[in-house]
């Protein structure tokens, strides 16, 4: 399952790359007591980090910000994603418990910094293109109650027969993961600025950190 990026975007944001990681045989509980306990490690350590203050200046949240800020997202009001779990963290309030599959992504995006999106890969439909959106498509994100209508120009994700994100921040609530899902895509969401190397990091952290807590076999 592959993901392209459409000529139109790539002409305009020469630099912007995203990988995918594939991970088969996931395991998706509710909660889990060591992931809970490494929960706590990764909050001390962001708090050793950074100060709230301090956070919007590290290189690769800027890298987020000033792509946010060109293609028209004021990323003081909706933030760069593993900014955003970041700054929950210094503010003292907790993680997000949704399950144990989501719960390891979102440490291993506050670890890398990277955004991290993840679908359950058994309702996705052929391969993906990242492209400007069109004006009048829509997509229901997850938590959304009405479907969030595209000017057009956004960045978006589709497989071959849907959209399944606003790149980099809102993903679809039709192919989320689940503690049914077996099956996962992550796409490991880069933006200008922010080098392939880190990239591959942020995709062997993810990979280590599902396979540590959702049991998971690698595919090959």
């Known amino acids: 399952m592959s993901l392209t990026i459409d000529a139109k975007l790539k002409n305009r944001f020469p630099k912007l790359n995203a990988l995918t990681l594939r991970i088969d045989g996931v395991q998706v509980k509710k909660k889990d007591p060591e992931l809970e306990s490494f929960k706590e490690q990764v909050m001390e350590q962001v708090r050793s980090q950074y100060t709230l203050e301090?956070?919007?200046?590290?290189p690769t949240f800027r890298a987020y910000r000033t792509f946010f800020w060109n293609i028209g997202i004021d990323p003081t009001k909706i933030r760069p994603a593993a900014e955003a779990l970041t700054r929950r963290?210094?503010?003292?309030k907790p993680l997000p418990c949704i399950n144990t599959l989501v719960d390891t992504y979102n440490l291993a995006s506050i670890k890398t910094r990277i955004a991290l999106a993840t679908f359950d890969s058994d309702k996705l439909d052929g391969n993906l293109l990242m492209r400007f959106a069109k004006e009048g498509e829509q997509i229901i994100g997850i938590g959304m109650d009405k479907p969030f209508v595209m000017k057009g120009g956004e960045i978006v994700v589709t497989d071959e027969k849907k959209l399944i994100a606003v790149y980099p921040y809102r993903d679809a609530d039709n192919t989320k993961v689940t503690e049914?899902?077996?099956?996962?895509?992550i796409v490991v969401c880069g933006v200008p600025d922010i080098t392939e190397e880190t990239l591959?990091?942020?995709?062997?952290?993810?990979l280590d950190y599902v396979t540590r807590f959702c049991k998971t076999k690698k595919d090959d």
Do not use: Q
């Open 54 to 58: 301090e956070v919007k200046d590290h």
């Open 89 to 92: 963290i210094l503010a003292g």
């Open 180 to 185: 049914k899902t077996k099956n996962i895509l």
């Open 200 to 206: 591959k990091n942020a995709s062997d952290v993810t």
